[in-house]
Structure formats: C-alpha cells, structure tokens
C-alpha cells in the first residue's frame, strides 16, 4: 500500500449533473477525510469518518453532497446538481489507528469542472 | 474559532538563499497541534512536521527548521541553502488536540519558488 489513492485524477461535468469521487486510505487506517481546496486557497475542511462512521460534517457541506464509507474501507463523495460554484480540487485524506495521533497523508486529489 | 494567517502570498528567492515561511495563528484551545505540509505541482500535501501545543523547542530536520513561539502564535518554518525542487506551495495548520481525529485549519499557503 503506498499511500491515498483518489479517481477519477481529474472530472469535467455540465453543471447539473452527479458526479461520485472514491478515495481509498491507506489500509490500516481507521479515519478518513474530505477537504475542498478552491484555486489560491488552503484546504477546507468538509466532513471525517472513523470506520463506517460519519462524526463529523462541515457547514460546506451542503445537502446536494453526501459522503459515505461502507465497511470502513473506501468512501465515496457524491455531489448531486453541481454548480459551477463546485469547481474545486477534492482531497482525501486518512490516519491512524490504534488512539493516540497520527498525521493525516493526503491523496492527490480530483480536480473537478463544471462548466 | 480558529485560524491560521500566512500573510506571503508569494516568495521568489535564487537557489542557495534561506527563505522563512510565516505562520500566525488563532486558538482558544489550550493544547493543540500545528502542522506544516508542502504542495507540489503534483497536488499532493506531504506532510513535514507537527508540533505540540506543550513543546516550544524549536526542530531541524536537514535543511528544514521550525520555531514555534506561543507568546506571539506564530510557527515559521525556515528552508536553508534553498534548491529548486523547493519549490511549491507550503500550508501552515492547526487542529484541536481531538483524540486520534484531525480537523486541519489550513492557511491560505505561500507559493515559494526558488529560481536557479
């Protein structure tokens, strides 16, 4: 396992249309995050999960975009009638396991377009 | 609320100069950790270092050093004898000292680039 694994690398959709990212963490890890990152800008924060479950969501997170990590493993992120305001970089992160803290290793993200 | 302040947008500097990256920081957790990570044109964030909230030394990892000063909230972050494959974009973090999770406050990041 070498590392975050996010596809598609790079999506161009119209504007209403759904479009799904997956993100596989590395394997031993049991927390998963998404984050936005608008061009110039640092990543936001949008929502976490440990294992199969959601603990926490940003207020970015708006009701046409919804996250998911069936079995605790990989997780998807949907957002449904994308707006041009969508455009964004999408990043997955995950860390470790066992308590304690671990830095968060980053996916290299999908670049989405909603022309 | 927190927040994280990287007032250099841009640094060009020509290879072999030090550069420092400036971090300022909003908490009103009493422990917390502070990352920095680096972004290549690639995309991906590699992470470089954390610091606990508790441990104010200072770190020198090879050309890369750190200090964090909690009487003035900052966490700057030092390249020295820079090279080109320095350059890229650099995130300065925080999150709350949450068991095990890490909710990352980033910083609007500082694009370095390094000139031969």
């Known amino acids: 396992d070498t590392g975050v694994s996010q596809n598609p690398r790079h999506k161009i959709t119209k504007r209403g249309q759904n479009v799904t990212f997956r993100c596989d963490p590395i394997s031993e890890h049991n927390r998963l995050y998404w984050y936005r990152q608008t061009l110039g800008q640092g990543p936001e924060f949008l929502t976490y999960f440990q294992n199969e479950a959601q603990l926490e969501k940003s207020r970015l997170l708006s009701d046409r975009f919804s996250a998911e990590r069936p079995k605790g493993s990989f997780s998807t992120l949907e957002i449904q009638r994308t707006e041009q305001g969508d455009s964004a970089m999408y990043l997955c992160?995950?860390?470790?396991?066992?308590?304690?803290?671990?830095?968060?290793?980053f996916g290299q993200g999908t670049r989405l377009t909603v022309v | 609320a927190q927040k994280v302040t990287q007032a250099q947008t841009e640094i060009s500097v020509v290879e072999k100069e030090d550069v420092t990256l400036d971090c300022v920081y909003e908490?009103?957790?009493?422990?917390?950790?502070l990352f920095w990570y680096k972004q290549p044109p690639s995309g991906e964030l590699v992470f470089l270092i954390r610091?606990?909230?508790?441990?104010?030394q200072n770190e020198i990892s090879g050309r890369y050093s750190w200090n964090f000063q909690k009487s003035t909230s900052s966490f700057n972050f030092t390249i020295t004898a820079s090279q080109v494959v320095d350059s890229a974009v650099y995130f300065c973090a925080l999150s709350e000292a949450r068991r095990g999770a890490q909710k990352l406050v980033f910083g609007q990041g500082t694009r370095l680039t390094i000139n031969p």
């Open positions: 908490t009103r957790d009493t422990t917390y950790y």
């Open positions: 610091r606990n909230s508790f441990d104010e």
């Open positions: 992160a995950s860390s470790g396991g066992q308590g304690g803290y671990t830095e968060a290793f």
